[in-house]
C-alpha cells in the first residue's frame, strides 16, 4: 500500500526536525517548508480516517519520537506490518459507507435526460453529438475534461488548466476506456462512473476517496494518428482517466 510507504517516509522526516509550536508563525520558505510536512502527513493520514481521540495517540508517537530522551511505548519494527493492514481495513470501511451513500446519486443521474447505463454500471449521457470518427480502445484521443465529486467538488479539469489532455485509451479507467468509445470527435458528453469502473475501493486520496463515485464532463476533440500515439499527457491515474491534477490514466 503506497500510502504506508508514504506515512512512514514522512515520519522519518518529522524525526529530524523540532518540534513546532501550537501557532508557528510562517514568515521564511524553510518555516513554510517544515509546515508543509504536516499538511503532508495529514493528507497520508486520511485513509486511515482517525478519530479525534486516535488522533492524539499519533501526536503522542510523534512527541515520544522527536525526543531524544523519551522511549517509544512500542517497537515500529513489530508495528509497521500493522500500518498495512489498519490502513486497508480502513479504506474498506470507508469505501463501503461512500458506495452506500451514493447509491441515491446513482440512481438520480441514470434518471436524467437521455442517460443510458451499460452493463458495467457507467451512465452515459450525451450533451452534443459529434460528427467525426469514433475512438478504439487502442486508440490515443485528445479531450478537454471536467472531473467532479457526487457533492460538486472539482477533483482535476483540463478545462481549469486550460490545456486539453492526450492520453492512450487503454491507459485510463475502464469508465473512460468505455465511455469514448461512446463518443465521436467533435462531441461532449457526460460520463458518470461509479467506483467499480473508477478507482475502486482504494480511491486516489486526498481527492477521492476510497468508493467514491465521479463525475466528467468530456469533450473529444480528435483521435490522434497512429504515429503520435505514446507522445502526450500521461494517461489519468496510471491505468484511470485523468489523474487530480493530471491527464487521465495516470489517474482517471
Not at 508514504?6 to 522526516?13: A, D, E, F, P
Not at 504536516?38 to 519520537?65: C, I, M, R
Not at 450525451?126 to 472539482?154: F, I, M, S, W
Request: with cysteine; hydrophobic share 35%; net charge positive.
Amino acid at each position: 500500500m503506497k500510502t504506508i510507504g508514504r506515512v512512514v517516509l514522512i515520519l522519518s522526516l518529522c524525526l529530524a526536525v523540532p518540534a513546532l509550536a501550537a501557532e508557528p508563525k510562517l514568515e521564511t520558505e524553510d518555516q513554510k517548508t517544515i509546515y508543509a510536512i504536516g499538511l503532508a502527513l495529514a493528507q497520508s493520514l486520511q485513509p486511515y480516517n482517525l478519530t479525534p481521540a486516535e488522533l492524539e495517540l499519533v501526536k503522542a508517537g510523534l512527541t515520544d519520537g522527536l525526543n531524544e530522551n523519551a522511549k517509544p511505548k512500542v517497537d515500529l519494527k513489530d508495528y509497521r506490518p500493522k500500518l498495512q493492514q489498519l490502513g486497508q481495513d480502513r479504506a474498506k470501511v470507508s469505501a463501503e459507507k461512500e458506495k452506500k451513500e451514493a447509491e441515491g446519486f446513482l440512481d438520480k443521474m441514470a434518471k436524467e435526460k437521455g442517460a443510458s447505463k451499460t452493463d458495467s454500471g457507467l451512465i452515459f449521457i450525451p450533451v452534443k453529438e459529434g460528427t467525426g470518427p469514433a475512438p478504439q480502445a487502442t486508440d490515443t484521443v485528445k479531450v478537454n475534461y471536467h472531473g467532479t465529486l457526487r457533492d460538486g467538488t472539482v477533483f482535476d479539469s483540463s478545462v481549469e488548466r486550460g490545456t486539453p489532455a492526450t492520453f492512450p485509451l487503454n491507459r485510463v479507467i475502464p469508465c473512460w476506456t468505455e465511455g469514448l468509445q461512446k463518443m465521436k470527435v467533435g462531441g461532449k458528453a457526460k460520463l458518470i462512473c461509479p467506483s467499480a469502473i473508477a478507482y475502486g475501493d482504494r480511491g486516489a486520496p486526498p481527492k477521492i476517496k476510497p468508493g467514491a463515485p465521479l463525475v466528467f464532463e468530456v469533450e473529444l476533440m480528435e483521435i490522434e494518428p497512429a504515429k503520435a500515439a505514446g507522445g502526450g499527457a500521461p494517461a489519468p491515474g496510471g491505468g484511470a482517466p485523468p489523474a487530480p491534477g493530471g491527464a487521465p490514466n495516470a489517474h482517471p
